[in-house]
């Protein structure tokens, strides 16, 4: 893609099922908002809100994950995009145990480049037939 272009995708994690890995039970994820955080909690980071089986869930993406990936790009991370990276680490979470019922998860840098790829792979991978 050349700079300044957009990424066109069906969104996938922003309405989702996973399933827990220790209770091995279904939890629906749905989301519910996108909150800049330095107003709210004056921190340097983008809140995106779920309910998770109807409990809230916050998954913060600091402002400097988005700056890198606009220096390594030239891209910038719309909302959209911000709400894919968050799900697909809301459902990772879930899937590996490493959600425990947890309110707020707040990602490192590494962590929101490693949950953007990984969503644009799974985004823009090809229909399987």
Request: aromatic share 8%.
């Amino acid at each position: 893609m050349a700079v300044g272009e957009s990424y066109t995708f069906f969104a996938m994690f922003d309405d989702f099922h996973a399933q827990d890995r220790w209770s091995k039970t279904d939890v629906h994820c749905i989301y519910k908002g996108l909150v800049v955080a330095i107003a709210t909690r004056h921190a340097d980071a983008v809140d995106i809100n779920f309910l998770a089986n109807g409990r809230p869930v916050t998954i913060a993406l600091p402002h400097r994950g988005l700056e890198e990936y606009q220096k390594r790009t030239g891209k910038v991370i719309t909302d959209s995009l911000a709400i894919q990276i968050a799900g697909h680490y809301l459902k990772t979470a879930i899937e590996t145990g490493e959600h425990a019922g947890q309110e707020m998860y707040s990602l490192t840098v590494a962590e929101t480049m490693q949950h953007l790829d990984a969503a644009l792979e799974e985004l823009l991978a090809p229909a399987k037939t």
